[in-house]
């Protein structure tokens, strides 16, 4: 029976950091507001032309080192972000190309924050039956570029940050790697609340024009969140999620080492580790650094927390995450 490994992560950030203050500057808020309501103390933005499949392609080739393979052995690309390079194609065609991949499969996924964890489920799925054997699973946003960094967008803008994080995933028999292994995973979305974060515009659907002068003076290019609403999902289902997929696999919270949850808001990651019980001690977070970097935040979390010496071969760890859709998704896996 093939299972899929989890056999070199990486990630790549820019090398600008935007500290709170540095907003401050540009808009009404200040750092005491964003650290308190956040816990997001910088984040990173781009200072030059740059997507995300760039950033992908660090976090790519800092993975595949790590597993000790050559970027040849991919045989796939999935690639989750919402902040594409360009509307079309995906940004995992533009990544194979730098990667000098031709022909080999290359799929953008779009699921926002829970992008990197549906990704890892189509790849896992695709190595347990035989399709492929390495999989090159990405999360990168240029969130930068589409900010309102007027006191308008004052919400959005102190949360979201640029970053990729990638993972290689490999495939491994069941009898040689034993308990090691990604486990399941379990995916949800409930469109009924698209339009409590979103980007409008442009939109096929705009008619006449995807996206005109009056569109632009309204700000629905950039993100328009309902704050809120975000906030009382996400504590509901994200401790929801955590729960079924550790039922799935007979296991309980007892059984987790560290929870790597998306990293969309201290508050929230403090709120749903209330709800079920654990302590903040088993609830990985680098958030205060990097801010909201959406379908990257998954893998760079696991590259930090894995740098940091917070996890190690033989851990239980539970991926989880809430956003935009609205979706929301675990992962439990045996690293
Ligand atoms: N600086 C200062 N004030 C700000 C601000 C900022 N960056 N952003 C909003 N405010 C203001 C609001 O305008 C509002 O002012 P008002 O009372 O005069 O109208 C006030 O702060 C309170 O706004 P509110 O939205 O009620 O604050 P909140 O306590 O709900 O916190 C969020 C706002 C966005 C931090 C919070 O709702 C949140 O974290 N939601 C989840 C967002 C998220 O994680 N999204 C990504 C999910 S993947």
Redesign the pocket.
Known sequence: MRRSIIAGVGGALPDRVVTNQELADMM???DA??VE??GIRERRWVDCEMGGSDLALAASQQAVAQAGLSVKDIDCIVFATLSPDYNFPGSACLLQDLLELPGIAALDVRN??SGFIYSLSVADAWIRCGQYDCVLVVGAEVHSTGLDKTTRG??VT??FGDGAGAVLLTAGDLGEVGERGLLSTHLHADGKYAKA?WVEAPGSRLYPDRLNQQMLAEGKHYTQ?Q??R??SH?IKYLPQVILQGLTANGLSLDDMDLLVP?Q??L??NEAAAKVLGISMDKVYSNIERYG?T?AASIPLALRDAEEEGRIHRGDLLVLAS???GFTWASAVLRW
């Open positions: 009404d808020t200040s507001w964003i309501r956040s926002q924050c004052r919400d102190c949360l974060l969140m704050g809120r975000v906030f996400a998306h969309a808001n508050r929230i909201n959406t809430f956003g935009a």
